[in-house]
């Protein structure tokens, strides 16, 4: 069974950092890209990242270049979102996914950022 | 940036009636990689949809899609109750990879 669990979420002030994780499981977790998308409270969906499967390349969406970090241990069958200064436009969930149309989803986790 | 413009906003449908929603680019998508969600109260999202008119895995064949270039439909026939949710289109041809703003499917 496929499964992708995001963990690291939580209350952080604007300014602040935060590392997600999304741990992989019940596929060929280095053979695919993976990504990252959001959704603010009562929002739609955003794409936030994406990275290949051996990581040479790399995507972000405009509002979250320079500050956010995507990367991936393959050996560890884990996706990363390495967040810093964070803002309060970026309160959302979080979900990792699989594939570049994404077939499987996280749960999600959520981020808050307020003072 | 390809915007992704949906409609309409909402759509209000009943039980066994036909579901058409559009989604339309601001340019061109790249090899049609458009893929098509469906996302239910407090759930991830699931592709129902991708390459525009390919069916994922599982997915009942009352859901097809079709389209090319700028222009790309979503038909639900004879919906059924749990069809009724939020739909949102994808491009991931090109970076960013956009979603647009999501059409409502509401019970009538």
């Known amino acids: 069974e496929v499964q992708l669990v995001e963990s690291g979420g939580g209350l952080v002030k604007p300014g602040g950092s935060l590392r997600l994780s999304c741990a992989a499981s019940?596929?060929?977790?280095?053979?695919?890209?993976m990504n990252w998308v959001r959704q603010a409270p009562g929002k739609g969906l955003e794409w936030v990242s994406s990275?290949?499967?051996?990581?040479?390349?790399?995507y972000y969406a405009d509002s979250v270049k320079g500050r956010f970090t995507i990367s991936r241990d393959n050996a560890k069958n884990s996706l990363y979102l390495q967040m810093n200064s964070l803002r309060a436009e970026d309160t959302a969930v979080y979900y990792c996914g699989s594939k570049a149309a994404i077939d499987y989803w996280g749960q999600g986790t959520l981020v808050t950022v307020s003072s | 940036e390809i915007v992704l413009t949906q409609s309409p906003g909402t759509l209000s449908l009943s039980p066994g009636e036909r579901g058409t929603l559009s989604c339309r680019a601001s340019?061109?998508?790249?090899?049609?990689?458009l893929a098509w969600y469906q996302q239910k109260p407090g759930q991830a999202p699931r592709l129902l949809i991708y390459g525009a008119s390919s069916r994922a895995t599982g997915i009942p064949d009352r859901f097809s899609g079709s389209g090319s270039g700028t222009d790309f439909t979503l038909t639900i026939t004879r919906l059924e109750p749990e069809d009724f949710a939020v739909y949102y289109c994808q491009q991931y041809g090109s970076s960013p990879y956009t979603f647009g703003q999501g059409t409502k499917l509401e019970i009538k």
């Open positions: 340019q061109s998508v790249t090899s049609n990689y």
């Open positions: 990275i290949s499967s051996s990581s040479s390349y790399i």
């Open positions: 019940g596929f060929a977790f280095s053979t695919y890209s």
